[in-house]
């Protein structure tokens, strides 16, 4: 059974920096796409970022580009997300993704229906 499990998340100040991870358990993904999404209260789920199987190509949402870096280890299962210059519009329950059907694929994948295994979040609040 597959698991993923973030963590990382926490309270922090407008501006600072934190790193979310995402351990994966059950099977190895090291030939499939992970993301990154967010959902604020009372608002859809959003794309954050993607990265291809191999970590060489990620992909951005418009909000976070220049502020957000997504990267992998396929030798631990995990993708990490590292938040730097955090906005108060950043506070978001934050989920990992991986699509488990496509291997190899490295087309980008920013929609919610590319991904089939979810985490279940971990709360990121930054305060001003």
């Known amino acids: 059974q597959v698991h993923l499990v973030e963590s990382g998340g926490g309270l922090v100040q407008a501006g600072g920096s934190l790193r979310l991870s995402c351990a994966a358990s059950?099977?190895?993904?090291?030939?499939?796409?992970m993301g990154w999404f967010r959902q604020a209260p009372g608002k859809e789920r959003e794309f954050v970022a993607t990265i291809n199987w191999s970590g060489s190509k990620p992909g951005y949402g418009d909000s976070v580009k220049g502020r957000f870096t997504i990267s992998r280890d396929n030798g631990k299962n995990t993708v990490y997300l590292q938040m730097n210059s955090l906005k108060p519009e950043d506070t978001a329950v934050y989920y990992c993704?991986?699509?488990?059907?496509?291997?190899?694929?490295?087309?980008?994948?920013?929609?919610?229906?590319?991904?089939?295994?979810w985490g279940h979040g971990t709360q990121v609040t930054v305060s001003s």
């Open positions: 993704a991986v699509d488990g059907q496509r291997e190899y694929y490295s087309g980008g994948l920013y929609s919610r229906a590319d991904y089939d295994y």
């Open positions: 059950g099977r190895t993904f090291r030939r499939n796409a």
